[in-house]
């Protein structure tokens, strides 16, 4: 009891600093990735503020799991399995922003969002975050690689597309081992990502045909 | 209150016009796009057709923002994003036609069209509406492209079946930075559709499945 | 009143002779596209098999639009969009046959198919049927085209999978018009039944996520 | 009634020898395929074992026909669809696990998996299943193939990849007659995979929108 009072204080004080620290993960990572000029001194120190950034995320997991007073285990990592993701996947922390934004809400005694208004919000952050970190990972493992067909940024951001919607043209694709596997883990992102928007938008019909009483034509 | 009453009346005395002035405005776009042998003057009047029509829509815009006796800001834009995406895309207008076609029908005292009929109408009309904008404005970027596979006006629109459906075939893709940015967003449509056949379709199974009172086999 | 049982009364009567036309115009069409080797006049007579059998459903047409005492014209083809879809596209007929596997089971005092037994046979019967005519009208159109990469029905069967399942690898894709509006039909079948697929089965679980009366572990 | 719990006595004890045999299935079919570099002996064991697994599976399925005191026939085979199924594909018999993990669970008096819990399961499962037994069935048909594009396991793995989530870029395809029908398979499977997740999704929201109580914007 007294232990999840201190988890939640835990909480609710790391919940701003943490996520400035994802969006500073993301910049370095981001500048690290697209400067080719900078001196190598630069890309140290961007090397050492990915590294403190996650050093920070490792701590705060670790402090977490004390303040539940559970043993850390397999158990641990199945129950929390969204908090171990994102550990290992600091790019996705910047998702916490609609959580950040529903308790400034709060605390401003405005209507927090819908349901629908939430799930859109979500998957649409999702898509940019995963789109963009996605096509900065893709692009780190294919420049210089023999034979790719994806040469700058821009084409890295083009495959995205192609890719969260599965449209899949195939004008440019991976060829290294590391961008496959990338591209592996952003093809079941984007089933999910298609899976929650046509989810959305049946569980929305449904509802506005049940309030409107009609009875459908039938067969 | 009267606000509204004067906001409703005006709506309704344009509905009609601004319809038309969106018809006008995709046909303009598309002669000017797809004539190419037209003499220099006939281009020069199609464009201050298409200037015309957007500050038709621009004037229904403002007058609007006033009538609704709210402050112009990002909340209004927020409450009200369909109407400024319209305004940024004439293109999609003409799907106001189903509206119309309802009002047409109350007023003939016929009875409206179902959930479903409107749904599958207003994805049916997006994908037309969708697919000829997009093929004007891709095909306009890449002709003359060097290394362009979209060379005619049929391979754009070809290229348009495959993206909005997810295909993807990939035998002709836009190579332009223009191009491409045109093809992200048709593909998010395309998604979009998806989810509105998907859903559609379930929700009207439900429906079917429990008046019928059916029980599933179980599993 | 008395129209409507002449109407059913037909309707009951041609149900078989129908589907079995349906099954020979099938035949014919399929023999007269892959049999390369036969002598011109069983050619000749292939087409009018199809010719006569196409006539069949004409006349079926007319005589229903006259038993239905109402007026031909636009209202009519509205209200019966799918006997007009079926009467163009004769090829989809032999889907009554799950109509007519349900009679047959009434007669004999079995329970008829689940709906989702109906769904899925549906699916499953549309699957083919689309699959091997759309097959057999685009390998009559892309074979003997310059730079065509369906040369063979085997390449046309394979091209089918892709495109209805909206994969899309584009090994194989078609390049004259008709072929392509061909495709883009298909295409937007495979929407339709990815719709059927993913609408039943979410039905079907929340169905029996309703029995069960589980409450789902909540976000 | 004293046959029905004779067949129930027989999959109890056979539950889990079954699924050993299943994984000895895999793991022999995988070995036999992979390692190039084994004497002729040892593949002439590894056929063996796959044999003889198979004949379990068969002599289990002539069990269960008696036991079920039903004659054996298309009407059999019709309700036991699943079961006929795993006959033939005994790679997919590995899925039991989800059942089995159950039955352990129910034993040690824990909560069993919520339904969503088990949807997602079975889909990961048997998406993990079809995507290592395809790619390793395709890539038994392609090698050597010539102008084949998939050369290596990892182009096979990598081809699934964009198969089952219905991307296909299109780099890596099938050649062969063999690969192309497995492909047709895989894809049928994608289909039903991305129902099951889109449609888990769906259900599971509009339960806790349906719980929350909460009314959307409405249109």
Known sequence: ????????????????????????????YAVHVLAHGLPGAAHATLLAVIGAAWAGFLLDYVVRVRLSGRRFGVR???????????????????LRAVEIYQVVQRRREQPRMSLYGRVIAYAGMAALLLGFSGALAVYQQERGAPHATIRTFGDAVWWVCETLTTVGYGDVTPVTVGGRVIAGFLMAMGLALLGAVTGSFSSWLYQVFAREGEVPPGR
């Open 1 to 28: 009891m007294e232990e999840d009072v201190r988890l939640l204080r835990w909480e609710n004080r790391t919940e701003i600093p943490l996520f400035v620290l994802g969006l500073v993960y993301l910049a370095a």
């Open 76 to 94: 641990y990592v199945a129950t929390h399995l969204l908090d171990t993701v994102v550990l290992l996947l600091p790019l996705l922390r910047p």
